[in-house]
Protein backbone atom coordinates (compact mmCIF):
# COMPACT_ATOMS: atom_id res chain seq x y z
CA UNK A 1 0.00 0.00 0.00
CA UNK A 2 1.37 3.32 -1.30
CA UNK A 3 1.81 5.91 1.95
CA UNK A 4 -0.91 7.89 0.29
CA UNK A 5 -3.58 4.96 0.30
CA UNK A 6 -2.68 4.38 3.58
CA UNK A 7 -2.98 8.43 4.72
CA UNK A 8 -6.47 8.47 2.66
CA UNK A 9 -7.24 5.03 4.52
CA UNK A 10 -6.39 6.29 7.66
CA UNK A 11 -7.62 10.00 7.42
CA UNK A 12 -10.93 8.29 6.47
CA UNK A 13 -11.50 5.59 9.45
CA UNK A 14 -9.96 9.15 11.91
CA UNK A 15 -12.96 11.05 9.89
CA UNK A 16 -15.83 8.36 10.88
CA UNK A 17 -14.00 8.03 14.11
CA UNK A 18 -14.29 11.73 14.48
CA UNK A 19 -18.18 11.37 13.21
CA UNK A 20 -18.63 8.96 16.20
CA UNK A 21 -17.55 10.84 18.46
CA UNK A 22 -19.56 13.85 17.53
CA UNK A 23 -22.45 11.60 17.39
CA UNK A 24 -22.15 10.48 20.62
CA UNK A 25 -21.96 14.03 22.51
CA UNK A 26 -25.13 14.84 20.53
CA UNK A 27 -23.90 17.49 18.56
CA UNK A 28 -25.10 18.19 15.26
CA UNK A 29 -22.96 18.76 12.28
CA UNK A 30 -25.37 20.51 9.99
CA UNK A 31 -29.29 20.22 9.58
CA UNK A 32 -31.04 18.61 6.33
CA UNK A 33 -30.84 21.89 4.28
CA UNK A 34 -26.82 22.10 5.25
CA UNK A 35 -26.77 25.22 7.68
CA UNK A 36 -26.03 24.35 10.92
CA UNK A 37 -26.84 26.35 14.11
CA UNK A 38 -23.90 27.47 15.24
CA UNK A 39 -22.77 29.63 12.34
CA UNK A 40 -19.03 30.91 12.00
CA UNK A 41 -18.64 34.89 13.16
CA UNK A 42 -18.18 37.73 10.91
CA UNK A 43 -19.19 35.07 7.54
CA UNK A 44 -21.93 33.19 8.57
CA UNK A 45 -20.18 29.64 7.61
CA UNK A 46 -21.58 26.61 8.80
CA UNK A 47 -20.62 23.02 8.13
CA UNK A 48 -21.89 21.81 5.01
CA UNK A 49 -24.11 18.69 4.93
CA UNK A 50 -22.07 15.67 3.66
CA UNK A 51 -19.24 17.31 3.35
CA UNK A 52 -16.65 14.31 4.64
CA UNK A 53 -18.26 12.57 1.31
CA UNK A 54 -16.39 15.08 -0.82
CA UNK A 55 -13.69 14.22 -3.13
CA UNK A 56 -10.17 14.40 -2.15
CA UNK A 57 -7.89 17.55 -3.42
CA UNK A 58 -4.95 17.48 -1.76
CA UNK A 59 -2.80 16.42 1.44
CA UNK A 60 -0.71 18.36 3.31
CA UNK A 61 1.23 18.23 6.65
CA UNK A 62 1.45 21.74 8.77
CA UNK A 63 5.04 21.20 10.49
CA UNK A 64 5.02 24.35 12.24
CA UNK A 65 3.41 24.84 15.72
CA UNK A 66 0.41 23.20 14.46
CA UNK A 67 2.04 19.68 13.52
CA UNK A 68 -0.68 18.46 11.78
CA UNK A 69 -2.03 16.43 8.88
CA UNK A 70 -4.62 17.97 6.78
CA UNK A 71 -7.10 16.22 4.15
CA UNK A 72 -8.36 19.48 1.28
CA UNK A 73 -12.00 18.70 0.32
CA UNK A 74 -14.13 19.53 -2.10
CA UNK A 75 -17.72 19.91 -3.30
CA UNK A 76 -18.17 19.36 -7.17
CA UNK A 77 -17.94 23.01 -7.94
CA UNK A 78 -14.76 23.13 -6.58
CA UNK A 79 -13.24 19.69 -7.94
CA UNK A 80 -14.15 20.55 -11.51
CA UNK A 81 -12.90 24.13 -11.02
CA UNK A 82 -9.58 22.53 -9.65
CA UNK A 83 -9.39 20.08 -12.12
CA UNK A 84 -10.07 22.60 -15.00
CA UNK A 85 -7.47 25.29 -13.61
CA UNK A 86 -10.38 27.86 -13.25
CA UNK A 87 -9.26 30.96 -11.25
CA UNK A 88 -11.12 32.87 -9.92
CA UNK A 89 -12.99 29.79 -8.52
CA UNK A 90 -16.74 30.46 -9.47
CA UNK A 91 -19.27 31.12 -6.59
CA UNK A 92 -20.36 28.20 -4.71
CA UNK A 93 -17.33 26.91 -4.49
CA UNK A 94 -16.79 24.96 -1.01
CA UNK A 95 -13.75 23.62 0.55
CA UNK A 96 -13.03 21.81 3.62
CA UNK A 97 -9.78 20.98 5.49
CA UNK A 98 -10.01 18.43 8.20
CA UNK A 99 -7.06 18.51 10.30
CA UNK A 100 -5.60 15.88 12.43
CA UNK A 101 -2.65 15.26 14.91
CA UNK A 102 0.17 13.68 13.02
CA UNK A 103 1.68 11.19 15.16
CA UNK A 104 4.32 8.08 14.11
CA UNK A 105 2.16 4.87 13.91
CA UNK A 106 3.09 2.12 16.63
CA UNK A 107 1.37 -0.65 14.60
CA UNK A 108 3.53 0.07 11.06
CA UNK A 109 6.48 1.22 13.03
CA UNK A 110 6.67 -2.54 14.26
CA UNK A 111 6.98 -3.56 10.42
CA UNK A 112 9.71 -1.11 9.31
CA UNK A 113 13.16 -0.51 10.55
CA UNK A 114 12.82 2.69 11.38
CA UNK A 115 10.12 5.06 12.57
CA UNK A 116 9.27 6.51 8.99
CA UNK A 117 5.07 5.97 9.05
CA UNK A 118 2.87 8.99 10.20
CA UNK A 119 -0.74 8.66 10.32
CA UNK A 120 -3.81 10.85 11.43
CA UNK A 121 -4.29 10.74 15.22
CA UNK A 122 -7.16 12.46 16.59
CA UNK A 123 -9.25 15.21 14.48
CA UNK A 124 -8.27 18.86 15.61
CA UNK A 125 -10.57 21.18 13.53
CA UNK A 126 -12.63 21.71 10.49
CA UNK A 127 -12.10 24.95 8.16
CA UNK A 128 -14.71 25.76 6.16
CA UNK A 129 -14.02 28.29 3.07
CA UNK A 130 -17.39 29.46 1.26
CA UNK A 131 -17.16 31.04 -2.42
CA UNK A 132 -19.47 33.75 -2.71
CA UNK A 133 -18.64 36.75 -5.01
CA UNK A 134 -20.87 39.52 -3.60
CA UNK A 135 -21.80 38.17 0.15
CA UNK A 136 -18.08 38.09 0.32
CA UNK A 137 -16.42 40.93 -1.43
CA UNK A 138 -15.03 42.36 1.46
CA UNK A 139 -12.81 39.34 2.10
CA UNK A 140 -11.99 38.55 -1.80
CA UNK A 141 -15.17 36.58 -2.14
CA UNK A 142 -14.62 34.04 0.37
CA UNK A 143 -16.28 33.31 3.67
CA UNK A 144 -14.40 31.45 6.88
CA UNK A 145 -15.85 29.40 9.62
CA UNK A 146 -13.49 27.01 11.58
CA UNK A 147 -15.20 24.09 13.74
CA UNK A 148 -14.16 22.22 16.70
CA UNK A 149 -16.18 19.51 17.80
CA UNK A 150 -18.83 20.24 15.28
CA UNK A 151 -19.03 23.87 16.80
CA UNK A 152 -18.20 27.12 14.90
CA UNK A 153 -15.51 28.54 17.08
CA UNK A 154 -16.67 32.11 17.86
CA UNK A 155 -13.15 33.85 18.00
CA UNK A 156 -13.56 36.56 15.83
CA UNK A 157 -10.14 37.41 15.94
CA UNK A 158 -9.37 34.16 14.57
CA UNK A 159 -12.02 34.89 11.56
CA UNK A 160 -10.36 37.85 10.63
CA UNK A 161 -6.98 36.38 10.61
CA UNK A 162 -8.35 34.02 7.97
CA UNK A 163 -8.12 36.57 5.26
CA UNK A 164 -5.81 38.32 6.20
CA UNK A 165 -3.36 35.25 6.24
CA UNK A 166 -4.92 34.04 2.41
CA UNK A 167 -3.83 37.77 1.68
CA UNK A 168 -0.26 36.80 1.66
CA UNK A 169 -1.34 34.20 -1.23
CA UNK A 170 -0.27 35.37 -4.89
CA UNK A 171 -3.73 36.70 -6.54
CA UNK A 172 -3.71 34.13 -9.40
CA UNK A 173 -4.62 31.58 -6.64
CA UNK A 174 -7.80 33.07 -5.63
CA UNK A 175 -6.64 33.13 -2.15
CA UNK A 176 -6.71 29.57 -1.70
CA UNK A 177 -3.25 27.79 -0.64
CA UNK A 178 -4.26 24.18 -2.06
CA UNK A 179 -3.05 22.60 -5.61
CA UNK A 180 -5.14 19.88 -7.07
CA UNK A 181 -3.02 16.27 -6.47
CA UNK A 182 -4.75 14.13 -9.03
Known amino acids: MSRISE ?87 VLARLAYVYKSSPENGAVFPAPQSFVAGDPTNVQISVKASKKYADSGGWGYGQFENGLANQSEPLMKSCFACHTKLDRSKDLVFSHYSP
Open 7 to 93: FHENLVLASRKADDDIAAIGVSVGAASGVSDNPSPIYGVSLPQGYRNWQMITVAHEAGKNNDIRGILGNDIAMKAFREGTRPFPDGT
